[in-house]
């Protein structure tokens, strides 16, 4: 039992990192209709950002779980502003290109600097250790992540779903010419939007770091199942893309306790049943 | 779909007739590279992904289909013909037709998976549907895991052609991609090509006007899965093993920016693509993991500058359908 427990705690992690990861592509889709393949990439560069920051800059943990996603969230709103604006009314599958091809470029200037071992971070002190609940053994800074994430995607659902800031955001996902028209300046709110998209990435990317070790190629298989799980959630709702994420991280964890060869694949195998029973994804509209 | 063929050019007898010329001076070209003293193994692999890249053109190009992961019938094309020439003992034809059939069997299910949304979550779709397949050939045993199927004979197609032979094998690849490249242009000059077109430029009008669309989808799915299996299939007498990198997912990118530089929904496009990006591949091998770089570079300098690709931009300044 102590493994069941084991592999379920591993698998709300991972699933916290699913929804923070497909929180960020649902909101990205939703203002610039851009299906963002770089977010792996910078996930990646959070993770990376808060290991420069202890190493270089002796900036702990703490410091970092701010200061990495609004530095990698800048780098993102450059890209937005550079290159990604230029696609506003083309085809969606160029903004699946041309963030691919950002991907490939951030992987590989890391790799050749980095190679494709990983880099040890450790976990801050505060959160080292764990308690026994008696039936499992708890690790502090694991439960702090599934903790953590919860409050950080819940605190997304609300800016965007229950404030004005929010309300804009959705209205100029529906008619961007009409909300212009209002006065609200919908360039720079998708240059925001964004941002905080790539922003929950890389806190993804530092809340792995002690976990998972720092890799140049961390994001690159993660993104896939990610897409997966935007697939059998939908984008269409905030609060579909917060649970899917979890609950298929769960699934992916109770797999590898039950059925370990099965582990990298039961996403993509319910993604394929879902498909099958219902085509419109979980949540519902059709795209 | 609109953005991508805007300045389209109308298929009239007389396009088609360019065509024919620019595919008769193609043939001519490849057909004497052996007497140039060119590498032809360069070359025969550049032919493989050149037939695997108009394979992935018939789907976004001509269906408007985007598919991120036609690597996964390279990959079975090239797994199943492996296996069946080194372990079942097939002669060369028969292994070429185990791996094409395996891929068309792979792309019925696979396409009726896919075929379900459109869009971007089809590109989603087939890329996660590759990653399945690649953790399953990395998992089964015949694949060989991470050392892949190795030293397989080339052997005697037909009983007398032999294959160990570059020159006769150079032959028999272009005769190959020549077969695939005619049959891909067949198709999109038909009537079935145009329906397809019409799909691509506005679904819901094609399906008001009475076509069951998801038919047709279906059918150029499994088509060009079919006509990527034979590459990958062909793939394996030139390269000589079956590994997992004809499986992972740079691969299918590589695909899709090969049709990207030469243009997508351009004839020739794919292969003057898949030719640009081999001989990269080639030429900057020492650079490491640069060469990653450069290729994402590639990526978004086309994407931002160069949409409609050398082929498209050379059509569009001709003002024919190339």
């Known amino acids: 039992m102590q493994a069941l427990y084991a592999q379920l705690l591993v698998g709300l992690i991972n699933g916290s990192f699913y929804a923070l990861l497909s929180l960020g592509l649902a909101v990205i889709f939703g203002m610039l209709n851009i299906i963002n393949f770089a977010h792996g990439a910078l996930y990646m560069m959070g993770a990376f950002v808060a290991y420069f920051l202890l190493n270089l800059l002796n900036i702990g943990y703490w410091p970092a779980l701010i200061i990495a996603p609004i530095v990698v969230g800048i780098f993102g709103m450059i890209l937005e502003r550079t290159m990604l604006q230029w696609l506003a009314g083309l085809d969606h599958l160029y903004g699946l290109l041309l963030t691919f091809g950002l991907a490939l470029i951030i992987q590989g200037v890391f790799q050749n600097f980095f190679g494709s071992s990983g880099l040890p971070y450790s976990i801050p002190d505060e959160l080292k250790g764990g308690t026994n609940l008696g039936f499992m053994y708890l690790p502090i800074y694991r439960a702090w992540v599934v903790v953590f994430s919860l409050v950080v995607c819940l605190l997304t659902w609300f800016l965007i779903e229950r404030t004005r800031l929010g309300a804009n955001l959705r209205a100029a996902t529906e008619n961007p010419t009409l909300v212009r028209a209002f006065g609200i300046n919908v360039p720079r709110m998708i240059t925001l939007t964004y941002g905080l998209g790539v922003g929950l990435a890389a806190l993804a990317g530092v809340l792995s770091a002690p976990i998972n070790q720092v890799r140049p190629l961390m994001g690159a298989n993660v993104i896939i199942v990610v897409f997966a799980v935007v697939v059998i959630g939908g984008m269409g709702s905030i609060m579909g893309s917060i649970i899917t994420g979890f609950a298929l991280g769960v699934i992916e964890g109770l797999t590898k306790y039950f059925y370990p060869e099965a582990s990298n694949t039961v996403v993509f195998v319910l993604m394929v049943l879902v498909l099958l029973v219902k085509p419109t994804g979980l949540t519902g509209r059709a795209a | ?322």
Request: charged share 10%; net charge neutral.
């Open chain 2, 1 to 322: 779909m609109t953005v991508m063929t805007d300045d389209s050019i109308p298929v009239t007898p007389r396009a088609i007739h360019d065509e024919m010329i620019a595919f008769a001076i193609m043939t001519v070209l490849l057909a004497i590279v052996p007497l140039t003293g060119i590498y032809p193994f360069f070359v025969m692999q550049a032919l493989c992904f050149a037939l695997l890249a108009c394979a992935f053109n018939l789907l976004i190009g001509y269906g408007g289909l985007l598919s991120f992961g036609h690597a996964m019938f390279l990959g079975t094309g090239g797994y199943v013909a492996a296996h069946a020439l080194k372990v079942w003992g097939f002669p060369p034809e028969l292994g070429i037709l185990a791996g094409t059939a395996a891929a068309a069997v792979l792309g019925i299910i696979t396409g009726f998976v896919a075929i379900r949304r459109q869009g971007i979550y089809f590109a989603m779709i087939t890329l996660a549907l590759s990653q399945l397949l690649y953790f399953i050939y990395l998992q089964t045993p015949f694949t060989h895991g991470e050392d892949g199927i190795q030293g397989i004979p080339q052997g005697y197609l037909f009983g007398f052609l032999n294959l160990s032979n570059a020159t006769i094998l150079y032959y028999v690849v272009l005769a190959v991609f020549l077969f695939g490249f005619l049959v891909i242009f067949r198709t999109i000059n038909s009537p079935f090509g145009e329906v397809l077109k019409a799909i691509r430029e506005n679904e819901p009008r094609a399906i008001s006007l009475g076509y069951k669309t998801d038919q047709y989808k279906f059918i150029a799915f499994i088509l060009s899965g079919t006509l990527a299996g034979l590459a990958g299939a062909l793939k394996v007498f030139v390269a000589q093993n079956a590994s997992l990198t004809d499986v992972e997912v740079d691969m299918s990118g590589l695909i899709v920016l090969m049709t990207l530089v030469g243009g997508l929904g351009t004839v020739f496009g794919p292969v003057v693509g898949a030719f640009i990006i081999v001989g990269m591949q080639q030429y900057l091998s020492g650079l490491g993991q640069w060469v990653t770089v450069i290729q994402g570079t590639v990526f978004v300098v086309c994407v931002l500058t160069f949409r409609r690709g050398i082929i498209g931009e050379i059509a569009h300044y001709l003002r024919r359908s190339l």
